[in-house]
C-alpha cells in the first residue's frame, strides 16, 4: 500500500523528522530542566508537535529519555573512533588523546549533552546504557593498545581498559564541574598517559614467563 507525499516527504519520512523534532527538544529540556524535571508535555512544547505525534514514536517518556542516551553515547562514540582513525595507528598516545579529546569537546561545548551525560548515573533507566558506554569506550581503547602493540590481544586488555575508562569518565565529569583545578590540554594528557602506561605494563607481563605471571 502506498504512502501519500506532503511536500515532498513520505508519511515516513515525515515521522522520522518529528521524532528527531522529539529528540532534539528533549535535549534542550534536559539541558534546562534536568532529568528529573522532564516531562513529555514540556517536550512536546518545546518541538512544536502534540502529544499525539510523541505517542508516534514513543510509547512512554523513558522510551524518549533512552532512545536519546543512545543517539548521544553513539555519536559520541562514533566521534572518538574517527578522532583516532586520523592517527597513525603507532602513536598510541595520540590515539588516546584524540579519542578523549573528542568526547570530551562535545560535552564541554554542549551544556546539555553534560546534564544529560552527569545526571544518567542516577536514573534507574540510564544507569545501564551509562555502563555499556562505558563498556564500548572501554573496547575502543583496547583496540587502539593492540594497533600499537600487536603483540597484545585487545580481548586481553578489557579489564585495565574498563577501569581506565572509568576514571576518565569520572574525571571527565569532575572537570565539567570545575572540581579538578586543571585545564583541559592537562587533562587530557594525563588521561593519555595512563593509556600508554597501561599498555606499557601489559607488554611488561606478557614478555614474562608464564609461570611467574
Sequence with gaps: MATRAFQGASAAERAAQRRARLLEAAL????????????????????????????????RREDLLKALFDAVAADALDLAVRAADVVAPTDLEARARAAIAATTTLLGEDARVARLYREAIGHRELAGRRQD?????????????AGAHPELRAEDLQLT??????????????????????????LLHRCARLVVAAA???RTESARPREER
Excluded: K, N, P
Excluded at 529540556?29 to 508537535?49: H, K, N, S, Y
Excluded at 563498556?135 to 593498545?145: E, K, P, Y
Design 133 to 145: 558506554t562505558i563498556a564500548a569506550f572501554a573496547a575502543l581503547l583496547a583496540r587502539l593498545i
Design 28 to 59: 534542550d529540556v534536559i539541558g534546562e530542566r534536568g532529568i528529573g524535571d522532564f516531562t513529555m508535555t514540556a517536550v512536546c512544547r518545546e518541538a512544536g508537535l502534540t502529544e499525539r505525534y510523541f505517542y508516534e514514536s514513543f510509547a
Design 161 to 186: 581498559t574498563t577501569v581506565l575508562t572509568g576514571g576518565v569518565v569520572d574525571a571527565v565529569g569532575f572537570w565539567l564541574d570545575g572540581r579538578l583545578g586543571a585545564d583541559v590540554d592537562t
Design 200 to 202: 606499557e605494563q601489559h
